[in-house]
Nanobody, 125 residues
Framework: QVLLVESGGGLVQAGGSLRLSCTAS????????MGWFRQAPGKEREFVAA????????YYADSVKGRFTISREKVKNTVYMQMNSLKPEDTTVYYC??????????????????WGQGTQVAVST
């Protein structure tokens, strides 16, 4: 059974930082692209950041570019997202995802076969 488990969410003041982690178990994800998405109540899930299988390429939504950094540690089957300069509008649930052969479509939710349960991030003013 494939399992993605996120951690690191929480409450932080505006301008603060959090680091989200996502650990995969059940199989090796070394050849998978990994992504972070977020979804507010009543809204569609939106792309935040992604990293390709090798870790050599990263992609970001314009809204987080320059503030968030995605990275992966293959030995630990873990992907991270360092979130700096957090804003109240970053408040929502964040989901980790894994997909094979994602290619250039890293921002599309349909390209990811595996999803975590989500972790809540709340940014206060």
């Amino acid at each position: 059974q494939v399992l993605l488990v996120e951690s690191g969410g929480g409450l932080v003041q505006a301008g603060g930082s959090l680091r989200l982690s996502c650990t995969a178990s059940g199989r090796s994800f070394s050849m998978y692209a990994m992504g972070w998405f977020r979804q507010a109540p009543g809204k569609e899930r939106e792309f935040v950041a992604a990293i390709n299988w090798s870790g050599g390429s990263t992609y970001y939504a314009d809204s987080v570019k320059g503030r968030f950094t995605i990275s992966r540690e293959k030995v630990k089957n873990t992907v991270y997202m360092q979130m700096n300069s957090l804003k109240p509008e970053d408040t929502t649930v964040y989901y980790c995802a894994a997909g094979e052969r994602v290619g250039y479509y890293m921002c599309r939710t349909s390209m990811y076969a595996y999803w975590g349960q989500g972790t809540q991030v709340a940014v206060s003013t």
